[in-house]
Each structure stands twice: as structure tokens, then as C-alpha cells.
């Protein structure tokens, strides 16, 4: 094996290592019986949070300002969520 196919198999390696030791980290919120991850509430809250917000910037005639919108409202959907986590998850 050369020498880029070892760096390959490392990276590969460290990869799968740190998607198996990862979820472990991760809060696990319990809803009607069924465990989910923390993220997972998280990036619903941020949909949701983004799509209530919506109406307020069309309200306030900032939605113009905005370009391009799928990114602007994907954006404000991760930053809500992101704040939703620290709120609520964050264990430091």
C-alpha cells in the first residue's frame, strides 16, 4: 500500500471512530416513551422558531432586505436551534 493510501485508511479510520464515540456524548431526551437526541429537538425548535419568526419580518418590512431567503431563513433555523441546545442542553 502507498503512501496516500495509508493516509486514506487513517482517515477513515478516525472517522468512524469518532461517529461511533460521538452519539454517546450527546443528551437523550425522552418523549412519549422514545429517546431521541438532544440535536434532534434542537433543529425542530429552530424550524419551528424560524417559521414563527417569518411573519414578523414580512410584518416589519425587513423580509426585502433579505437575499437570498432559503439561506438567510436556513441560517436563523441552525442559530435559533444552536441557541434552543444551550439553553436547555448545555452541560458545562
Not at 417569518?54 to 441557541?83: D, H, K, M, N, Q
Amino acid at each position: 500500500m502507498n503512501r496516500r493510501g495509508q493516509w486514506t485508511s487513517l482517515r477513515i479510520a478516525a472517522g468512524a471512530a469518532v461517529a461511533c464515540a460521538a452519539p454517546g456524548c450527546d443528551p437523550i431526551v425522552n418523549i412519549a416513551g422514545a429517546n431521541f437526541p438532544s440535536w434532534l429537538v434542537a433543529a425542530i425548535v429552530g424550524a419551528i422558531l424560524a417559521a414563527i419568526v417569518r411573519p414578523l419580518f414580512v410584518a416589519a418590512g425587513l423580509e426585502r432586505y433579505l437575499w437570498p431567503l432559503p439561506a438567510v431563513y436556513a441560517s436563523l433555523a441552525v442559530l435559533l436551534g444552536c441557541i434552543f441546545w444551550i439553553i436547555f442542553f448545555n452541560r458545562v
